[in-house]
């Protein structure tokens, strides 16, 4: 690797860490079955997990704790969120809490998705807007995806302009957990969840029942 690739290679490490590098990062898992009819069925029941968001703090292993508001901050026991609901996500350890808002929901007969980004906790929109309760900047976006195609299932989660919120009044008081949590633990644990996630909504692993 020559100087200059050296040097770009660590400026675009310091940009990220700085906030001002955005990153897109995308995590997917795919099943085939036996036959059509099998994955047609197979699709519903993948519906169900994708839109079940209280369910996936059940994923065996290390796993985040995922919650539903409205956006009253009631917290919400429906098995469908709907656009403008909040996610509470909690992180493995001392960590603080993390909030995104639903900002779209699709559905149609081989496709499902829904797309959040990182916003204030429920309530605050208005009071305390330009601070977002998330590691990464309000524009930033997860999309978690299912679809089929034949005999196969997929699932996607689609991170676009993945930046580091610690600039401006964005990031309150939480700059440097912001950093830590985006440059350092999460890109880690990041790809741990995503690929459990993809992996639960296409069977490949499940949820012990009680």
Same mark, same amino acid.
């Given at each position: 690797?020559?100087?200059?690739?050296?040097?770009?290679?660590?400026?675009?490490?310091?940009?990220?860490?700085?906030?001002?590098?955005?990153?897109?990062?995308?995590?997917?898992?795919?099943?085939?079955?036996?036959?059509?009819?099998?994955?047609?069925?197979?699709?519903?029941?993948?519906?169900?997990?994708?839109?079940?968001?209280?369910?996936?703090?059940?994923?065996?292993?290390?796993?985040?704790?995922?919650?539903?508001?409205?956006?009253?901050?009631?917290?919400?026991?429906?098995?469908?969120?709907?656009? $403008?609901?909040?996610?509470? !996500? @909690?992180?493995? *350890?001392?960590?603080?809490? #993390?909030?995104?808002? =639903?900002?779209? +929901?699709?559905?149609?007969?081989?496709?499902?998705?829904?797309?959040?980004?990182?916003?204030?906790?429920?309530?605050?929109?208005?009071?305390?807007?330009?601070?977002?309760?998330?590691?990464?900047?309000?524009?930033?976006?997860?999309?978690?995806?299912?679809?089929?195609?034949?005999?196969?299932?997929?699932?996607?989660?689609? $991170?676009?302009?993945?930046? !580091? @919120?610690?600039? *401006?009044?964005?990031?309150? #008081?939480?700059?440097? =957990?912001?950093? +830590?949590?985006?440059?350092?633990?999460?890109?880690?644990?990041?790809?741990?969840?995503?690929?459990?996630?993809?992996?639960?909504?296409?069977?490949?692993?499940?949820?012990?029942?009680?």
């Amino acid at each position: 690797m020559g100087i200059k690739n050296i040097f770009n290679k660590l400026k675009k490490g310091k940009e990220t860490i700085e906030g001002k590098e955005k990153k897109d990062k995308i995590f997917t898992s795919l099943k085939k079955f036996k036959t059509e009819e099998i994955a047609i069925m197979e699709f519903e029941r993948s519906k169900k997990k994708l839109f079940d968001v209280n369910r996936w703090s059940d994923m065996p292993g290390i796993t985040s704790t995922f919650k539903l508001y409205n956006w009253k901050g009631e917290e919400l026991q429906a098995t469908k969120p709907s656009k $403008g609901d909040y996610i509470y !996500i @909690n992180l493995p *350890g001392p960590l603080p809490e #993390n909030w995104v808002t =639903i900002v779209a +929901l699709e559905e149609q007969e081989n496709f499902a998705e829904f797309i959040v980004s990182p916003s204030p906790k429920p309530q605050a929109r208005g009071k305390e807007k330009d601070e977002i309760e998330h590691f990464f900047i309000d524009e930033a976006t997860s999309t978690f995806r299912i679809n089929r195609e034949g005999d196969t299932l997929f699932a996607y989660e689609i $991170g676009k302009n993945e930046g !580091i @919120n610690n600039q *401006g009044t964005e990031a309150a #008081n939480r700059e440097w =957990i912001n950093t +830590l949590i985006a440059g350092g633990g999460w890109m880690g644990f990041q790809k741990i969840q995503w690929e459990k996630l993809t992996d639960y909504l296409v069977h490949e692993i499940e949820i012990e029942e009680n």
